[in-house]
């Protein structure tokens, strides 16, 4: 879409932006999960869906030759889809397996001195005050624009999920990496 806009501005042209239906029903968000934000200045926008009633599959085939056109490997719908969304937007998501979250609470948060989790790559990592996390009701569950955690991932078992999209400070973020060894995709 960042590309379209531009192209459309060089030629003179409106850009078709996909229109979006979204149905909602069930019960609202705040009678199945939970969100508090203890960190604001580092996440002032933190937006969260539950998705209900979900199956765990392959990608349609579209969409594993468009994610694998920028590099990307496929893992399974749910996850493809944030991130083809990713690199149509620009805007990062990341789904979390609602039923692995410890009271379906998320809490956005400073890291803790001694605290640890281990991230999608399988990777035990130890997290201090410099450090943004999303936290369940118990412990930290990924670090904020870096990287999910394993606890929390998104399987085949998965019913629900817990769909976050947030803007996190990119400072606090490149911060959070670098001591960690790791690096985030550029958005």
Known sequence: IGIAREVAAILGRKVRIPKVHLVEKGDRIEKVS?????????????????ITDIQIGSSPLW????????GLHPINNAVDITNYVLWETGQPLHAFDLDHLEGRRIAVRRGRAGEKMTTLDETDRSLDPDILVIADGKEPV?????????DSEVTPKTEAIFLESAWFHPGLIRRGAKPLGMRTEPT
Do not use: E, F
């Open 34 to 50: 939970g969100l508090s934000i203890q960190s604001a200045k580092d996440c002032p926008r933190y937006i969260g869906r539950v």
């Open 63 to 70: 969409l594993v030759r468009r994610l694998k056109t920028v």
């Open 142 to 150: 990924a670090l904020a624009g870096i990287m999910g955690g394993l």
